[in-house]
């Protein structure tokens, strides 16, 4: 049976935790960077307020991660954000083969890369808790909430986008709930929840 270790203090390999931080910290950037975009496009539709809700999250993510770095004593290398805010305005044009125009395929990437980006940062989530067991200077229940609160953003992120799928394409968008269980019906996306911030913890 595994043992939660009582926390020391002191994480192992800071240096590395620096670097894994910061790499977050630009994530998180881009994803605000693709959100805020997406507003634009949506604005006026039913996606609209889902997506502003997820941008104040992500927002309020990034500013609770960059907190954990600052109580550990990390600099935050805003050079990595800059970098990244760059990399995501040059994708926009190689990712659906139109250079200056939206083409049909451009909700879905948008909405794939948004569902892996949550993804993501709930990986990163994890591991900050995993370090919280063993340094105390890591906001345990902080992260806690941002687990949960990812859980439901990729809940919504996935019907979203299978929806987008079967608009672009044709097809059933809860087919792939259905391979997943094996035809019981009981859905296969993740979490049971509703909306992007439907945080109940």
Do not use: C
């Not at 502003?52 to 770095?69: F, H, M, N, P, S």
């Not at 990244?84 to 926009?92: D, L």
């Not at 986008?161 to 087919?175: C, I, L």
């Amino acid at each position: 049976m595994n043992q939660t270790p009582a926390p020391t203090g002191s994480v192992s390999h800071p240096e590395l935790l620096a670097v894994y931080v910061n790499d977050h910290l630009a994530a998180a950037a881009g994803g605000i960077e693709l959100v805020s975009r997406m507003i634009g496009v949506h604005r006026g539709t039913e996606r609209e307020q889902p997506l502003r809700q997820l941008l104040d999250e992500l927002r309020e993510e990034k500013a609770a991660i960059t907190g954990v770095a600052q109580a550990l004593g990390f600099p935050v290398r805003q050079y990595k954000q800059v970098a990244t805010w760059i990399a995501e305005k040059a994708s926009r044009a190689k990712l659906n083969g139109h250079l200056l125009t939206r083409s049909p395929s451009s909700e879905l990437v948008e909405f794939e890369f948004l569902a892996s980006a949550v993804r993501g940062k709930r990986s990163g989530f994890e591991t900050l808790r995993i370090a919280a067991t063993v340094d105390s200077r890591i906001d345990a229940d902080l992260l806690d909430r941002l687990i949960r609160q990812a859980n439901r953003q990729h809940d919504w992120v996935t019907e979203v986008r299978r929806d987008v799928a079967a608009s672009v394409f044709g097809g059933d968008p809860s087919a792939p709930d259905r391979a997943a269980d094996g035809g019981n019906g009981d859905g296969g996306g993740g979490d049971a929840g509703g909306g992007a911030t439907d945080d109940q913890g």
